[in-house]
């Protein structure tokens, strides 16, 4: 499993195991079999640590992966489907080509992640290619793609920045013209009321302990949340609840606008939407914690 896995990488303390559920691959801890998360290090492990783990219960774990974090100098790029009749695809021969860094087969067999260094932190993602950085955690299998053993990953900014050029991934869209947000009266315990525009909520929130994650939810990435959307809503809704005094017509209108909203929110469960029941989970789950 884990035999061309560069040697540069063991030393980190940012190894999880994961586990396949249906089409969902969860990270696990290692030293208690629960979830891990990328925002929750003290769930990641040392290579001994998840090694060890996976060889005394193999049944309970598909592999082993490795956290990207904000502070390591590590990039992985993720290519889906790149193979057709057991050759690469143009656009993947291109890309390995172009990076040389230490390439490995995804756990399906069917893509590849290329690893290398870079002074570069973002994200990007679009058919058949992925890019992360940061705030991800992705599959180790060492299963080499050539027949490398590397004791380094090669550091490969320039060419990283070419292929970003090439690919059109790093352009930013003109912004568009803010619209003046509406103002809701959030009335507090005391009676007092005040004034506050949904840019300020959502700005705050981004500034909080693990904004990343309520960004990436805003944004519509769910994979924080481990791909569950019902468990991504409620995790952004609990947030709100508190900074909007438990408003649930306020919790409404801030999560319609994030990008994880979908038809499943107006369904009718009972007398109410399923939205209405996860804002009322919410409330009645942060009010007890007040």
Request: include cysteine; charge should be positive.
């Amino acid at each position: 499993m884990e035999n061309m896995i560069p040697r540069e990488l063991k030393p980190l303390k940012q190894w999880v195991l994961w586990q396949r559920e249906g089409e969902r691959k969860t990270p696990k801890n290692w030293s208690t079999g629960g979830n891990a998360g990328i925002q929750w290090p003290n769930t990641w492990g040392t290579y001994k640590q998840i090694v060890t783990a996976y060889r005394l219960h193999p049944m309970n774990y598909s592999g082993i992966g490795l956290v990207l974090t904000q502070n390591d100098p590590y990039v992985c790029i993720d290519l889906d489907d790149c193979f057709q009749y057991n050759r690469l695809t143009a656009f993947a021969k291109e890309v390995v080509d172009r990076l040389q860094g230490y390439t490995e087969f995804s756990p399906s067999g069917k893509g590849l992640h290329i690893w290398i260094k870079a002074e570069y932190k973002e994200n990007h993602k679009r058919a058949n290619i992925e890019i992360y950085s940061k705030d991800r955690w992705l599959t180790m299998t060492g299963k080499g793609y050539e027949d490398l053993d590397l004791a380094q990953i090669p550091e490969r900014t320039e060419e990283l920045l070419v292929l970003l050029e090439a690919l059109k991934l790093d352009e930013k869209p003109e912004p568009k013209k803010a619209r003046k947000a509406p103002r809701f009266d959030l009335r507090g315990l005391d009676g007092d009321t005040s004034y506050i525009e949904d840019k300020n909520i959502w700005e705050r929130l981004f500034r909080a302990k693990n904004g990343n994650v309520y960004e990436a939810l805003y944004n519509g990435d769910i994979s924080v949340c481990y791909n569950d959307h019902s468990r991504a809503v409620l995790f952004l809704a609990n947030q709100l609840a508190v900074m909007t005094n438990f408003d649930a017509n306020r919790i409404k209108h801030l999560l319609y606008q994030t990008r994880m909203a979908n038809e499943k929110w107006d369904r009718k469960t009972g007398n109410q939407t399923w939205l209405d029941g996860r804002i009322q989970d919410a409330i009645a789950y942060m009010a007890k914690r007040e």
